[in-house]
C-alpha cells in the first residue's frame, strides 16, 4: 500500500490550502483513512479522519476550518483547509488503517507565516 501526499507548502494566516492523498488501493478496502499532522517539538496528533462506519472526526483545533473528504473514484482523500493559523504550521501525514496495519505516507509540509 502506498499513500502519497501533496499539496502543501507556505500560506498567509487566514488563507487556504487543499492536501491529497493518493492511495494505491480502493479507500473503502480500509477501515480509516485519516490525516496527521506533527509539528516541531510535539507529538504526532490526529487532525481529521474517515472512518469506514461512524461519523467524520476533527481535533477541536480545526473544527470549523478543515474539511475532510474523499474521492472514491480517484482513491484521493483531500483536507481542505480555511482559515489557516500559524499554528497550524507542521508536516501533515496521510494513514490508512487496516485491521491492525497502519499505512503512511512520506507528509507534506505546511508553512502558516506572512
Known amino acids: 500500500v502506498q499513500l502519497v501526499e501533496s499539496g502543501g507548502g507556505l500560506v498567509q494566516p487566514g488563507g487556504s490550502l487543499r492536501l491529497s492523498c493518493e492511495v494505491s488501493?480502493?479507500?473503502?478496502?480500509?477501515?480509516?483513512v485519516g490525516w496527521y499532522r506533527q509539528a516541531p517539538g510535539k507529538q504526532r496528533e490526529l487532525v481529521a479522519a474517515?472512518?469506514?462506519?461512524?461519523?467524520?472526526r476533527y481535533v477541536d483545533s480545526v473544527k470549523g476550518r478543515f474539511t475532510i473528504s474523499n474521492g472514491n473514484a480517484k482513491n484521493t482523500v483531500y483536507l481542505q483547509m480555511n482559515s489557516v493559523k500559524p499554528e497550524d504550521t507542521a508536516v501533515y501525514y496521510c494513514?490508512?488503517?487496516?485491521?491492525?496495519?497502519?499505512?503512511w505516507g512520506q507528509g507534506t509540509q505546511v508553512t502558516v507565516s506572512s
Open positions: 494513514k490508512a488503517l487496516r485491521e491492525v496495519r497502519e499505512y
Open positions: 474517515i472512518p469506514i462506519a461512524g461519523n467524520l
Open positions: 488501493e480502493k479507500i473503502a478496502s480500509f477501515s480509516a
